[in-house]
């Protein structure tokens, strides 16, 4: 099968991995765990075959730098089976060795676990490498597990060679537009300046350990925020960002913001395909004007409209560029808005048929507020990911009740005048 070009950020990190920078102890990678029904594994096993041979990015290795190449079946790992006593000690020793590992660019990017005791299968845990994929990819590995566990066969067909058209379409372009759009990019930078400060870190030295804090929207107030929007031409998206620029706002006590925001938006044709389907804004937002909800987001949609043309130069080639004017360290760590909001996280089949989720743990190495957004049971799932120890103890908590208040609030659009302090 014919390789495939790396995208600028798989290159950074494979670089990263053989010059054996520290990449603060973690891979890019996400943790599912589910409490289960009376499972049969050997149909679990034979989905997670078929997945295997179906997904030819689950094959994908990186042998050579800035390449993605692809090993044959006879590299299939099956689901491990782990056995335990019943002790809670034991699963949390699992999950810990599971969200921790380091993952190898030359190891299969997923891994399916089920743990199980003198009753049964207890547990199904699924970790997997985003280095290769996107946050939708993992969504659609589990839609399919599901389709193929319980009817034998797939629904849906995949067309060959997309994952490959894909690459050769998305990512390569003609000079003079990067040209065009490099020279945007370098005028948007050099207006961002210092304007984002990482909220009263306290020891920037990695760990290798993260905090994950979590709140929800439930079905009734995540219909109410969609309904808003619409009424008021707003995408979802556009409206959670403004909210969580305003959030950042207020806690750092800075009007100018430099927030990553990566886009996972797909043509239809590969909405079941795995890979790496994202694009990087560096979104800058100067609130500086802004009092209203109304405000806020005329801001950020202009802004983002804008930022949309000029896709053809990587987001992480404009981080570099950002990097280089910056003068003190502590301003280049990301601050990411990462929305994921095309699929349901887990789908109810999934949840009727296999089981519930119960943990889950997404991290990005080098990131100091990843602020993760998933539709779940009808509803929206915030999920903001941290190092451990950078922020003020309560703080990212805080910010996170504050930004859920902001949503219930202006789901209903006759508020939208209203100023955003409340004052």
Not at 109 to 133: E, H, Q, R
Not at 297 to 318: A, F, N, P, S, Y
Request: glycine content about 4%; overall charge negative.
């Amino acid at each position: 099968m014919e390789s495939l070009e790396m995208t600028r950020l798989q290159c950074a990190y494979q670089l990263s991995k053989e010059a054996e920078t520290e990449l603060c102890g973690i891979s890019c990678q996400v943790y599912l765990e589910f409490d289960t029904k009376n499972l049969d594994y050997e149909r679990l096993n034979e989905a997670w075959h078929a997945l295997y041979l179906r997904h030819e990015i689950l094959r994908g290795r990186s042998y050579e730098l800035g390449y993605i190449d692809f090993v044959g079946e006879e590299e299939f790992v099956p689901i491990e089976i782990r056995d335990i006593s019943g002790s809670e000690r034991e699963i949390f020793n699992i999950r810990q060795e599971l969200c921790e590992r380091e993952w190898s660019l030359e190891e299969n990017m997923a891994k399916m676990l089920v743990i199980k005791d003198a009753s049964g299968i207890k547990k199904l845990c699924l970790t997997m490498s985003l280095m290769f994929a996107d946050p939708l990819s993992f969504q659609i590995l589990l839609d399919d597990f599901t389709d193929y566990y319980i009817n034998g066969l797939f629904s849906k067909t995949i067309p060959q060679q997309t994952l490959h058209e894909y690459y050769d379409i998305v990512w390569k372009c003609s000079r003079e537009e990067k040209r065009l759009d490099k020279d945007y990019w370098k005028k948007r930078v050099e207006e961002y300046g210092r304007g984002y400060r990482v909220p009263a870190g306290i020891d920037k030295r990695y760990n290798g350990i993260y905090e994950s804090y979590d709140a929800a929207l439930t079905e009734k107030e995540w219909l109410a925020l969609a309904q808003c929007a619409m009424e008021k031409n707003i995408l979802l998206e556009d409206f959670l960002l403004g909210v969580y620029a305003w959030i950042l706002k207020e806690a750092i006590e800075e009007t100018k913001l430099v927030i990553n925001y990566p886009v996972f938006t797909r043509d239809i044709e590969y909405q079941y395909v795995i890979g790496d389907f994202s694009r990087n804004l560096l979104v800058g937002l100067d609130l500086s004007s802004v009092q209203t909800c109304e405000e806020l987001m005329q801001v950020v949609t202009c802004q983002i409209q804008e930022d949309r043309k000029h896709m053809k130069v990587d987001g992480l080639e404009v981080q570099g560029m950002y990097n280089r004017i910056l003068e003190n360290d502590s301003y280049k760590e990301a601050v990411v808005f990462s929305p994921s909001l095309y699929r349901d996280l887990v789908t109810p089949q999934f949840t009727k048929q296999i089981g519930k989720l119960v943990y889950l743990a997404s991290k990005t190495p080098m990131v100091a507020l990843d602020a993760q957004f998933y539709q779940l049971n009808g509803g929206l799932l915030l999920t903001w990911v941290v190092p451990q120890n950078w922020f003020e103890a309560g703080k990212i908590k805080k910010m996170l009740e504050d930004y859920v208040e902001l949503c219930r609030r202006f789901s209903d659009s006759t508020k939208w005048k209203e100023r955003l302090d409340g004052r």
